[in-house]
């Protein structure tokens, strides 16, 4: 999920997984696979790269220690 910024100022958070294409025209357009359309203050750019950057995260969370004092490489 991505937070998002609509044309009026309130935040959105997105799944982007039902994001199906973004387009600028010339705010930016979110269209989704369940068919609704999502105006944001965000270019595509900034969209995509949030998006990449959750996909990231997401594969690759932070290593967490399992146990205190034990040293992980």
């Known amino acids: 999920m991505i937070e998002l ?3 009026q100022g309130q ?3 997105i799944n982007v997984d039902t994001i199906e294409f973004v387009e600028e025209t010339p705010d930016t357009m979110i269209c989704t696979t369940t068919g609704k359309k999502i ?3 965000e ?3 900034q969209v995509i790269q949030k998006a990449v950057d959750y996909k990231r995260r997401c ?3 932070p ?3 399992l146990w205190p004092g ?4």
Do not use: C, G, H
């Open 39 to 41: 105006m944001v203050k």
């Open 63 to 65: 290593r967490r220690k």
């Open 59 to 61: 594969q690759f969370p």
């Open 11 to 13: 935040k959105i958070t």
């Open 43 to 45: 270019s595509p750019r």
């Open 5 to 7: 910024t609509r044309l």
């Open 70 to 73: 034990r040293k992980y490489e």
